[in-house]
């Protein structure tokens, strides 16, 4: 049964319970719980971390705590008993503790340390506090240090400062706000600080008197090392002065055995002493610890001879010193004990003994020397600071060793009152005695006893040193053989003071002889009374005594035989007439010389005080001795202070009218004496004595008389020093006014009370007389009145005792009221009145109520006077924040309103008025102090105040001014962090005020200022003011610890949605003049709503549709509005504010509200496209802010911007984005782009004069001028980036505008940059950068990328692999697709990233520049990749069922084409996808595009050769003609022949019998092409390349030979290959020659290319565009071939049809060692550039040493489908490597053909680039090694820069033309999986995406139609004009150009560059068509007629229109097609920079 628990209510979790049971409650150790119920060993409750999740766990798992419940029941709440310090401390430490762990996260290892100790000591000193056992000292010094640690800790951690008072922390509620600004500065300090704070006292006559801390020395001698002494010694430590030359402190004795060791077997490890009462002073003066050694024994320590074994002396050793300046600063930081060796020197003269130490601090080392290294003292030493009872408390271990006091020589600094002392130090100067007779000086040894008056010996009263008891007789040291011995020893004579007077000193001298006997004989003797006749003490000098003669028999038992002598001088001129019979006789030659210093507090030296106790019996002196007292020293007067004072009330009694005023004048010498620091403490003494011993009753009378005498005096008298003595004394003159009044009622029952009162009265008005008068011309009255307003305010609790409250504040009032006012008076006056007034303040009179309200007007109006003059400010706000303090401690009593309502009236305006003031000049003290004075004012002001106030103001323009200063103050409160950002309980306690006071004074101004006396001003104040109050940060509670929040909600409530509430109802009583703050307002309010605070935005953001519809009310529309919002937006968003859930709240709300007005539709449409902008918005600030990659910058800045131009049309703010986006360019590097970027703000400009403003960092200039500037900037970014084409309009537009301007300079300088450009063009090497197809899916991404997708343009050398890691290190959360499929709904909608990557090929839209012969492949370079627009990627599948024999029949090419919505590049790398276009190609179509492109590859290539472009290296024909021959041979195109030329397949598609007939003619035509280029072939083999030739020759005649049956009249071709003579030479005489980038003959598979390329070929036979040659393919099987014999054998054949003669066609020869990654057996796509030409020797033909085995895997991989094709490639790239290596057949390869290479002519190139790319494939049976496939990313361009216009083609040329193949659109099919190479049949792999592709025509060559042998066709080719070109003279052999026609120089005029996104005409003009055509190499140009006739025309010509008569459809059919772009030379993903340096080895060693 669960009942309530009574006493169970509290308890702290001591294990962890993991709630295993139903409805149990997880617990952490160390959490804290509230008890509910019981039951069973079972609890019920909560955990005070979720105190709304109840249940239950087990009672032993709980230690239960005492608590306070209040409110018992359901509702209860549970406090713990416990001090509040220790749950601070368990707060505290469970605050710090998560964020303890993030300090080591965020590598401040240091702090994290430092924090982890602080920890720890706060777990110790709370278990200290808990055990209970400390006393309170110690608790409070637990406490002191606990709330050091928890502020050090909470400072470091950034946490808020706690404040506190006595170690506790305070509730703001209770105290005013004042003391709170105050405690929080001083717990500012203490964390400062964070060392022992020394308490000071404050006086009561108002000085703040610091009683200075003693210092101690600690001293413990460890050991004294030496061996060669041999005796005791005695060892003095002493401290001594080295400025004054005297010892400042008594000796402390150490006595010493002969082995070192203590004496006295028990001060073993006790040989300590205590050097006490050291003052700060001392501790400046240049001290020395000096330690004299004195050994006894011996008279010469090394003679055993001098001097009896029996008898010992003491004799001078040693000394050693150590100086406390050296060491201070260490021993001072240690705290604890630190060991020095003192080195001990010895004397070398004993007679300069007594100076030995200063001689050793001089370093005067010829005076001492060190008798050995060893001799040295061991000591150590410890700094201990405070009085004597501190150091007892704290250091307990010290005084347990028997400690030795060692005092200080005469008094302390500070003397207290019980400190009892009466000790005589002596010390022995000197003395000087005769010979005596003797030939040697004496050994004179001194005795000395005290006597006392009846001649016996005082026991114990001579101490040589602390440490030791005392004795009754002391010996000092011999000096050997000196008569004048210089002793310089310190006696102290702690003589009892009853025995003093009376007792006298005796001095026995002896010499000690060193004979065998060794006696001690007495010669003479001295002696000195210790007090004079006149009671007085032996006085503190030097004392000559006289020595009298005597010897051993002479008898001293009758003391007064010598007592009646004259001991000294003085003594002998005091008595004159002495008997000269007496025993003994002076001797006048000797003298002996002590001095003496005296330390009592009993005994005087002083005759003059002696006589002034001794007053009765000189009663002639009275008035001399008064006078004298002024002189007497302060100690003695202090010593007898009770003495003194009864003697001056007795005479004051004896004799009032004479002795009056001198009494009173001695009494003002003896109080302000007490005012001196030093005797501070005898204070209480003078207290004590008032109290219970002053016994002057009549003494008031005489004591007023003389004090007013004196204030009336001050008017006249020059000399005021008495006067201002008299008033430093007033507080004490008072005491015994007052005190002698009370004893006088007292004896005469309240007599003369009322005269009594009058002369109080009369006092007062004289004290108001002197405070009244002008001292601005004097001085002296100056300092007077200075004086009595210091002591003024301590008499008001005297006065207290005879007067009631009122009448005391009645006189104070009149006192201050008399004061002059602050006009009138010097500043310094100022300081003194003020001070004077604070301590009023201060004081217990002003704590009653009665008494305040006398009081609190004058002091007001004081304060009033300097508020408004500013004067003295900081004492004045010490003043307020008192009598704040009082009146918020007393606001419980009813005459607190009163004091409220006065102090309203008198400073609350004047208050605000400084408060601007110190504001403007940024004082923070001053600003703070009356921050809180003003805070304080307004806290304590309640509704009726606030009602009086309102109602005060005669005017309304009062009332303004009023608010409008409130307001002010309060917004430069907020603004300008008056409170520091860690004084959390201060700005909450601000921000609760304000918002309070603002609720008062809104209605205010509602009422005065709404209707007809609306005024803007004051409304927009406060609308300000509420703005800035809302978004203070100390309110966003959002962003602070959830236990903190719970607290100040439970507080406060929260603030900003009271002032939201406030600021909504005063915005709905504007009525119609909310228009005026229509736009003002709408930044601050849209500030506001960005709170995240729900209530807030819930109750703002409706006012934007009232501030819509107002506008539409007055404008009819809301343009304002809108426009204010969209750039307010942006920079807020921008700031960080707002989030995604504000934006959805945002178009909630205000649709809404839009949805029923009548304005609904622009209102939707303007909501949304805020809404939308936020999106934008939200996404740019997210990427901003973090840890983004420029990428995901840029895009966001990019579609931001675009909003900003198309959707919202903001100018400015598209402007502002544009160069954000430039920067973002600028700093990735992307200088094309940035260039690009610029541009759009350069096309907003036009070339006028108009004057622009400043403008982001652009001066007020023209807008030609900014023209200017932009387009000299544009063209240095097109610079950089390497993009001379677009930068050379914009040269030309500047030229233009120079040249207008007759500015030749400048257009020299662009005409000169202009052709540096085309230089830069023709010279400079530019690399190709891939393409890459981005789709972003999944709810995940950024709004600007979620489910769209991208091309982006790669950087250069990045590879897809690259690439895809990229965007996945940028998107981390996304996961790449494994399929190139458009995925599904489930993946579009999903709350995940998923992205889909893979490589596209660019579609280049300037088709005509890449097919002219006579461009540079470097021009035709930048054409194929830039402005293009429209990407391609293919993907084969297997329709219908698959062909196991021929998987050709079957296999299909789904191409698709991606437009995008604007060209690349362009203002980003990548732009979006407008447009997909899907076209399927059939397997027939597909082989015709193949051999085609082969038979183009074949004619560019072999014409290449024929006209000597290409000189000396053969190898790139032989292995094109190799490639081709040798598979067709073995499989190739007989594949083809299969498929299609089946009756089969003829029967069921009638309608393909066109297309299969020009499927024959194009392989008839690729045996003649392949006729003609073995002819050419063997015109220029090398001698040892003759086997190769022979073996293609045998192949050759096996293809024709595998046709012959298919085409009957094939044998009749190619006569140039029989055996017959045939003019070989002539046979391609009159082709025209070929363009110079067909000759890139080096095959994508040649190891050349598998280590320098990343394209891939479409197919392995044919070349996809005429503009490009085949890439050539190594053989890399021997069963490839025949022996060459046997080829060349089978090559004789005759070609009789002329008709074919010099046809050309590009020889691709395959390397059947790997899977062809081609889709296509029969294309090949790229080719190299015309640098880059490879020559293979002879030896690369296909090896014969191989074995037969590589013949079937050559044959099954020519079947493979291309590696871009497969779906895996797309993801995992095929590696081209095994284990890293080339495999052995292609690095034999490798080696026979690089080796031979040789090097492009192109210095410019690197070892990579000078490698041949290879082309990029859809689908191919090519054998050979296929490289890891790049990835690479775009960036989208949305201008186009037309190239430099090429001319005109002339009239008469003509060009050939063949059919494109078009194919309609359709969705992208699914993948089919990757397969592994195996001999099986092969099943189709599907494409991968992936692959780059060619750019040159309008469709991509994919399938062949068959896998049989390589068959090659010529496709038409395209006659046209070419375009003029400069001669080359960076190919390989500077081939020369063909001669130019006359009228090629026409320059066709300048087509205008348009930069413009919509511009309708470029659109157009870049729009091509869904598949491209396939040209066959262009421009050629027919001969003249005594050339050699042209190739002729194909078979199948005549189906085509005949070119002469329909020159213009086929020229416009050209113009219409999309043409390609060049691919650039790059290296493999895998290269690195040994592989480049390898091949460039490789190079150099094939040319050697």
Not at 1093 to 1101: C, G, L
Request: proline share 5%; charged share 25%; glycine share 4%.
């Amino acid at each position: 049964m669960w009942t309530p628990t009574e006493e169970e209510k509290y308890g702290v979790v001591i294990c962890s319970f993991r709630g295993s049971v139903p409805q149990g409650l997880v617990l952490e150790i160390g959490e804290t719980v509230q008890i509910l119920e019981k039951c069973e060993g079972w609890y019920r409750g909560v955990s005070t971390k979720k105190p709304n999740v109840k249940g239950i766990f087990p009672a032993n798992y709980i230690h239960l705590k005492k608590a306070i419940v209040s409110n018992r029941g359901q509702y209860e709440t549970v406090v713990p008993l416990e001090d509040s310090i220790v749950t601070e401390v368990t707060a505290t430490l469970q605050e710090w503790a998560s964020l303890w762990k993030q300090l080591y996260v965020k590598h401040k290892v240091d702090l994290f340390y430092k924090l982890r100790h602080v920890m720890n000591e706060l777990i110790d000193l709370r278990r200290q506090l808990l055990s209970g056992h400390l006393t309170q000292d110690q608790v409070r010094e637990v406490k002191r240090h606990i709330t050091v640690r928890l502020d050090w800790g909470n400072e470091h951690l950034g946490l808020d400062l706690v404040p506190r008072k006595d170690f506790e922390v305070v509730d703001a509620d209770q105290i005013s706000v004042s003391d709170l600004y105050k405690m929080h500065l001083s717990s500012r300090q203490s964390v400062q600080q964070s060392t022992s704070q020394v308490d000071t006292m404050r006086p009561r006559h108002g000085e703040t008197c610091r009683i200075p801390v003693p210092h101690h020395f600690f001293l413990s001698l460890k050991s004294f090392t030496y061996n060669t002494i041999g005796e005791d010694t005695d060892v003095f430590f002493s401290l001594y002065d080295m400025r004054e030359g005297k010892q400042i402190s008594e000796r402390f004795l150490v006595r010493l055995n002969k082995n070192g060791g203590p004496r006295n077997p028990e001060k073993i490890e006790r040989m300590c002493a205590l050097f006490t009462d050291l003052s700060s002073k001392d501790m400046k003066r240049d001290l020395y610890i000096v330690a004299h050694v004195i050994r006894i024994g011996r008279m010469l320590l090394n003679d055993s001879k001098k001097g009896p074994a029996h008898l010992y002396y003491r004799r001078p050793y040693g000394c050693a010193v150590l100086s406390i300046l050296d060491v201070l600063q260490s021993l001072t930081e240690l705290k604890e004990e630190k060991d020095f060796v003192l080195k001990v020197y010895t004397c070398n003269n004993e007679s300069e003994w007594s100076q030995i130490h200063e001689n050793i601090i001089r370093k005067s080392s010829a005076k001492y020397s060190a008798p050995s290294a060893s001799h040295g003292l061991i000591i150590s030493l410890q700094l201990l600071r405070g009085d004597m009872e501190q150091i007892r408390r704290e250091n307990p271990m010290i005084f347990n060793r028997g400690l030795a006091i060692t005092r200080k020589l005469g008094f302390p600094d500070v003397i207290m009152p019980g400190d009892i002392r009466n000790d005589l130090y002596l010390t022995l100067e000197k003395g000087d005695f005769e010979r005596g007779g003797k030939s040697v000086q004496k050994n004179i040894e001194v005795t000395m006893y005290v006597l006392y008056a009846d001649g016996e010996i005082l026991k114990d009263c001579i101490s040589l040193g602390s440490g030791e008891p005392n004795r009754s007789s002391y010996h000092s040291f011999v000096l050997y053989h000196s008569n004048s011995p210089r002793w310089g020893e310190i006696i102290k004579l702690p003589i009892p003071i009853d025995r003093f007077r009376g007792s006298h000193l005796r001095f026995e001298f002896r010499h000690c002889s060193t004979k065998d006997k060794g006696e001690k004989k007495l010669f003479g003797f001295a002696f000195s009374p210790l007090m004079r006749d006149d009671g007085t003490t032996l006085s503190d000098d030097i004392h000559e005594l006289y020595v009298y003669k005597c010897d051993e028999n002479s008898t001293f038992n009758n003391h007064a035989l010598y007592l009646g002598l004259p001991c000294c001088k003085e003594d002998y001129n005091g008595c004159p007439n002495i008997p000269s019979s007496l025993i003994f006789q002076r001797s006048t030659k000797e003298s002996f010389f002590i001095s003496t210093q005296l330390s009592s507090t009993k005994l005087t030296q002083n005759v003059d005080l002696l006589a002034l106790l001794k007053w009765k019996a000189f009663p002639d002196r009275i008035m001399d001795i008064l006078g004298r007292l002024r002189h007497v020293s302060g100690e003695e007067i202090v010593k007898f202070l009770q003495d003194i004072l009864d003697t001056l009330f007795v005479i004051l009694d004896d004799n009032t009218e004479k002795y009056g005023l001198l009494v009173f004048q001695s009494l003002v010498f003896i109080i302000n004496l007490l005012r001196d620091i030093k005797y501070f403490h005898f204070r209480p003494v003078m207290d004590t004595y008032i109290q219970k011993h002053f016994a002057g009753a009549l003494a008031y009378k005489e004591l007023i008389r003389c004090l007013k005498w004196y204030m009336d005096c001050s008017a006249e008298l020059i000399r005021q020093d008495h006067i201002q003595e008299a008033m430093r004394a007033l507080e004490y003159l008072f005491k015994f006014i007052v005190q002698s009044r009370i004893l006088y009622s007292r004896a005469t029952c309240g007599m003369e009370e009322e005269q009594f009162r009058s002369s109080i009265q009369e006092l007062f008005q004289s004290i108001r007389f002197v405070l009244s008068l002008d001292s601005r011309n004097s001085e002296t009255l100056l300092f007077t009145q200075a004086a009595l307003l210091n002591s003024f305010p301590t008499i008001f609790d005297e006065l207290l005792q005879m007067f009631t409250v009122q009448e005391v504040a009645e006189f104070v009032r009149g006192t201050l009221g008399s004061m002059p006012s602050t006009v009138h008076i010097g500043q310094s006056m100022d300081v003194v009145k003020l001070q004077s007034i604070a301590r009023t303040v201060d004081s217990r009179l002003f704590s009653f109520s009665e008494s305040r309200r006398i009081l609190l007007p004058v002091v007001l109006h004081h304060i009033h006077l300097h508020l408004r003059q500013q004067k003295e400010l900081l004492i004045c706000s010490g003043i307020l924040g008192s009598i704040f303090s009082i009146v918020k401690t007393s606001s419980l009593e009813a005459d607190v309103m009163e004091e409220v309502e006065m102090m309203v009236e008198s400073l609350l305006d004047v208050l605000l008025q400084t408060l601007l003031t110190i504001m403007s000049k940024s004082h923070a003290q001053e600003a703070g102090e009356y921050v809180s004075c003003l805070l304080s004012l307004l806290r304590q002001m309640c509704d009726t105040h606030y009602q009086h106030l309102l109602d005060n103001f005669q005017s309304k323009d009062e009332l303004k001014e009023f608010l409008l200063k409130i307001f002010c103050v309060f917004r430069n409160l907020m603004k300008m962090s008056v409170f520091p950002r860690d004084w959390m309980v201060m700005r909450l306690l601000t921000s609760n005020i304000i918002v309070t006071t603002v609720q008062y004074l809104s209605s205010a101004l509602h009422k005065n200022f709404t209707e007809t006396d609306f005024d803007f001003k004051v409304w927009n104040s406060y609308f300000s003011l509420a703005v800035l109050f809302i978004n203070q940060p100390s309110l966003q509670l959002e962003i602070i610890t959830s236990t903190k929040r719970k607290k100040i909600l439970d507080k406060y409530g929260d603030m900003r949605v009271m002032m939201a509430y406030e600021l909504f109802s005063m915005w709905q009583n504007l009525g119609e003049h909310k228009i005026h703050f229509i736009p003002g307002m709408i930044g601050p309010f849209l500030g506001v709503t960005l709170v995240p605070q729900p209530e807030v935005r819930n109750i703002m953001i409706p006012i934007f549709h009232d501030m819509m519809d107002w506008e539409q009310r007055k404008n009819g529309n809301f343009k304002q509005v809108e426009a204010e919002l969209i750039d307010k937006l942006d920079s807020m968003v921008s700031e960080g504010k707002g989030d995604e859930s504000y934006r959805e709240l945002f178009g909630l709300l205000l649709l809404e509200k839009v949805e029923q007005e009548t304005w609904r539709e622009t209102g939707i449409s303007f909501v949304t496209s805020v809404t939308r902008l936020m999106e934008r918005l939200l996404d740019y600030r997210d990427c901003m802010k973090g840890e983004e990659t420029e990428n995901k910058k840029i895009g966001c800045t990019v579609n931001l911007m675009n909003f900003y131009k198309s959707e919202i049309n903001k100018e400015e703010m598209y402007i502002r984005y544009i160069h954000k986006l430039c920067d973002m360019h600028l700093q990735a590097e992307n200088y094309t782009e940035a260039a690009f970027t610029l541009l759009l703000y350069c096309e907003l400009l036009q070339w006028e004069e108009r004057p622009l403003r400043e403008f982001l960092h652009y001066p007020s200039q023209t807008e030609w001028q900014r023209k200017e500037g932009l387009c000299r900037k544009i063209i240095h970014y097109f610079n950089k980036g390497k993009s001379w084409e677009f930068g050379i309009p914009l040269c030309r537009e500047l030229a233009c505008q120079y040249e207008s301007l007759y500015d030749y300079q400048s257009l020299s300088w662009i005409r000169k940059m202009e052709a540096s450009y085309y230089d830069n063009i023709t010279e400079q090497q530019r690399l190709e950068p891939e393409f890459f197809r981005v789709g972003f899916y999944g709810r995940k991404f950024p709004f600007f990328l979620r489910n769209k997708e991208y091309v982006c343009r790669g950087h250069d050398y990045e590879r897809l692999e690259a690439f895809q890691q990229r965007m996945l290190s940028e998107f981390p959360q996304a996961v790449a697709m494994q399929h190139p499929n458009h995925p599904d709904d489930t993946i579009l909608q999903c709350d995940a990233q998923y992205l889909q990557i893979y490589a596209v090929t660019p579609i280049p839209d300037y088709v005509d520049v890449l097919q002219m012969d006579r461009v540079p492949d470097r021009v035709k370079s930048f054409y194929r990749v830039n402005n293009v627009r429209k990407f391609r990627y293919d993907r084969p599948f297997h329709k219908g069922p698959k062909d196991k024999e021929n998987e050709f029949k079957s296999l299909w090419i789904e191409r698709t084409t991606l437009t995008l919505t604007h060209s690349l590049p362009g203002i980003s790398r990548w732009f979006e996808v407008e447009r997909r276009e899907l076209v399927e190609v059939s397997p027939l179509e597909n082989a015709i595009q193949v051999v085609e492109n082969k038979n183009q590859e074949l004619r560019a290539l072999i014409s290449q050769y024929q006209h000597k472009q290409v000189h000396g290296n053969i190898n790139l024909l032989s292995m094109c003609l190799n490639g081709v021959i040798d598979a067709a041979v073995n499989g190739g195109i007989a594949r083809y022949q299969e498929a299609f030329f089946d009756k089969d397949y003829i029967t069921k598609h009638p309608g393909d019998a066109e297309k299969i007939t020009q499927l024959k003619e194009l392989m008839q035509e690729q045996v003649h092409v392949l006729g003609v280029g073995l002819a050419v072939h063997e015109k220029f083999v090398h001698p040892e390349m003759r086997p190769l030739h022979k073996k293609l020759i045998d192949q050759f005649q096996m293809m024709r030979a595998s046709l012959y049956h298919e085409f009957p009249g094939l044998d009749k071709l190619s006569p140039a290959c029989s055996g017959t003579s045939t003019p070989r030479g002539n046979v391609l005489a009159s082709h025209s020659p070929m363009s110079p980038e067909n000759i890139k003959m080096t095959h994508r598979h040649s190891p050349m290319n598998l280590m320098g390329t990343g394209r891939h070929s479409s197919s392995s036979l044919s070349s996809h565009t005429s503009s490009e040659a085949g890439n050539v393919v190594m053989l890399g099987d021997s069963s490839m071939g025949e022996a060459p014999e046997d080829l060349y054998h089978h090559m004789q054949l005759a070609y009789p049809n002329p008709r074919y003669q010099g046809s050309v066609t590009n020889v691709s020869v395959l390397s059947s060692s790997q899977a062809s990654p081609s889709s296509s057996s029969l294309s090949s796509t790229h080719s190299a550039p015309s640098q880059m030409i490879t020559s293979a020797p002879s030896s690369a033909r296909g090896s014969p040493s191989l074995p037969d085995k590589y013949r079937h895997a050559r044959e099954m991989m020519l079947l493979l489908p291309t590696h871009r094709d497969r779906p895996s490639s797309a993801m995992y790239p095929a590696a081209i490597l095994e284990n890293g290596q080339l495999p052995n057949f292609q690095r034999a390869l490798f080696q026979q053909v690089v080796g031979a290479c040789k090097p492009c002519s192109d210095p410019n190139l690197s070892v990579a680039e000078k490698a041949v790319p290879a082309a990029p494939s859809s689908w191919s049976l090519d054998s050979g090694a296929r490289e890891a496939q790049p990835f690479l990313s775009a960036h989208t361009g949305c201008i186009l820069a037309p190239p430099v216009p090429p001319r005109s083609l002339l009239h008469g040329h003509y060009s050939l033309h063949f059919d494109a193949f078009h194919h309609p659109l359709g969705d992208t099919p699914p993948a089919l999986p990757a397969r592994t190479l195996r001999k099986s049949p092969l099943h189709p792999i599907p494409a991968s995406p992936t692959s780059p592709q060619s750019g040159l025509d309008g469709s991509n060559s994919t399938l062949s139609g068959s896998a049989s042998s390589g068959v090659s066709s010529l496709s038409e080719s395209n006659f046209g004009h070419s375009s003029e070109a400069p001669p080359r003279t960076d190919t390989m052999d500077s081939v020369p150009s063909q001669a130019w026609n006359a009228d090629e120089d026409l320059e066709p005029p300048y087509l205008p560059v348009h930069y413009s996104l919509s511009e309708s005409a470029v659109l157009d003009s870049i729009k091509a068509q869904p598949c491209r055509s396939h040209s066959a190499p262009g421009c050629v140009i027919p001969q003249d007629p005594m050339d050699p006739p042209a190739l002729p025309p194909k078979p199948y010509h005549p189906r085509l229109p005949a070119l002469e008569h329909d020159e213009g459809v086929l020229l416009r059919e050209e113009a219409e097609r999309p043409r390609g772009l060049h691919r650039k030379a790059s290296l493999p993903p895998g290269s690195t920079k040994e592989e480049q340096a390898r091949m460039a080895w490789e190079h150099s060693r094939g040319e050697q």
